[in-house]
């Protein structure tokens, strides 16, 4: 089974929906991110957690917010989606600061 | 300008060939990573490294930190390498506190049978 795991892979919704990305982890580390990828644009920061208790907000959280419900799952929510939100979002986790990140497999978010 | 740029952006070459990917950042940086994006779309990290070089297989990665500048190498390229390759820089405490990673565009690579 994978280490980090994402659902759904694949979502299509229309504009003004809340939708909610799941991520979980069998990997045991305490760092968790999310990021969002576009094409031409590289990977992008939305949020990161060093715990259940910390959150923390990356470059572009405008329009995002998570939940870090346990150790092994973190989820992204998009209050009100909106068409420019359409991107393949990626979790990670890492077990030190800097340390090498390990990627779910990415959910392709389409917003209408 | 973007914090941190890879060359080419495309690259095509014939299998056998020697493959070098640049990366070069703007901003002080405490660790570079080297990833491999699959045509499906799944992520792999390479490397992290933060001085000299490191080798894994046919892959070499190294890094000059006055330079401000890292390379990914692969030897004896075959159509199986072909992916995206993306560079990124983990700024450490000189990001403000801020964790995660900084990416480049990446570099699309196709090796040709």
């Known amino acids: 089974d994978a280490d980090v795991t994402q659902t759904p892979r694949n979502r299509i919704t229309k504009t003004g929906k809340r939708i909610m990305l799941e991520c979980s982890q069998t990997?045991?580390?305490?760092?968790m991110y999310w990021y969002r990828q576009d094409p031409g644009l590289g990977l992008q920061l939305i949020y990161y957690s060093f715990d259940v208790k910390d959150i923390n907000k990356g470059e572009i959280s405008d329009g995002y917010s998570v939940s870090r419900q346990a150790q092994a799952k973190f989820s992204l929510s998009l209050e009100s989606a909106i068409p420019n939100q359409t991107a393949l979002y990626f979790c990670?986790?890492?077990?030190?600061?800097?340390?090498?990140?390990?990627f779910g497999p990415g959910t392709r978010l389409t917003v209408l | 300008k973007n914090e941190v740029e890879q060359s080419p952006q495309n690259l095509t070459a014939q299998e056998g060939e020697f493959i070098t990917i640049n990366c070069s950042y703007s901003?002080?940086?405490?660790?570079l990573h080297w990833l491999q994006q699959h045509p499906g779309g799944g992520i792999v990290s390479l490397f992290m490294l933060s001085s000299g070089k490191k080798k894994h297989g046919r892959l070499i990665a190294t890094i000059n930190i006055q330079e401000k500048h890292s390379s990914l190498h692969i030897t004896a390229s075959h159509p199986r390498d072909s992916a995206v390759y993306i560079c990124a820089v983990w700024r450490g405490d000189s990001g403000g506190g801020a964790d995660g990673l900084t990416f480049g565009k990446g570099t699309h690579l196709i090796i040709q049978p």
């Open positions: 901003v002080g940086i405490s660790a």
């Open positions: 990997k045991g580390h305490d760092r």
């Open positions: 990670a986790t890492s077990d030190f600061r800097g340390g090498t990140q390990y």
